[in-house]
Nanobody, 121 residues
Framework: QVQLVESGGGLVQPGGSLRLSCAAS????????MAWYRQAPGKQRELVAS???????TYVDSVKGRFTISRDNSKNTVFLQMNSLNVEDTAVYYC???????????????WGQGTQVTVSS
């Protein structure tokens, strides 16, 4: 199985920055795409950014120019650098990984436990 451990959330003032990390571990054969989602109170979970193993990244319009997703394939880790944060970015952030375990031939989706990001003065 694949386990995901997130870190980097917290409380930040408007205009501040945070960097989220998500490390995948376990019996992994390969990792396809990696992504970050978020869910604010009373709202549906939304895709924030995604990064395939090869190819271009994608972002939801509301974070373009402020957030940057990246990955370190040697460490099976995905990052989300968040700059110019505003109160609307307050949410629980979840990482998502599409990975193929060593004992399977098909990829499956895995979720992190979530990390709270609160933007407030």
């Amino acid at each position: 199985q694949v386990q995901l451990v997130e870190s980097g959330g917290g409380l930040v003032q408007p205009g501040g920055s945070l960097r989220l990390s998500c490390a995948a571990s376990g019996s992994i054969f390969s990792i396809n795409s990696m992504a970050w989602y978020r869910q604010a109170p009373g709202k549906q979970r939304e895709l924030v950014a995604s990064i395939p193993r090869g190819g271009s990244t994608t972002y939801v319009d509301s974070v373009k120019g402020r957030f940057t997703i990246s990955r370190d394939n040697s460490k099976n880790t995905v990052f989300l650098q968040m700059n110019s944060l505003n109160v609307e970015d307050t949410a629980v952030y979840y990482c998502y990984v599409l990975a193929t375990p060593r004992d399977d031939i098909r990829p499956s989706g895995y979720w992190g436990q979530g990390t709270q990001v609160t933007v407030s003065s």
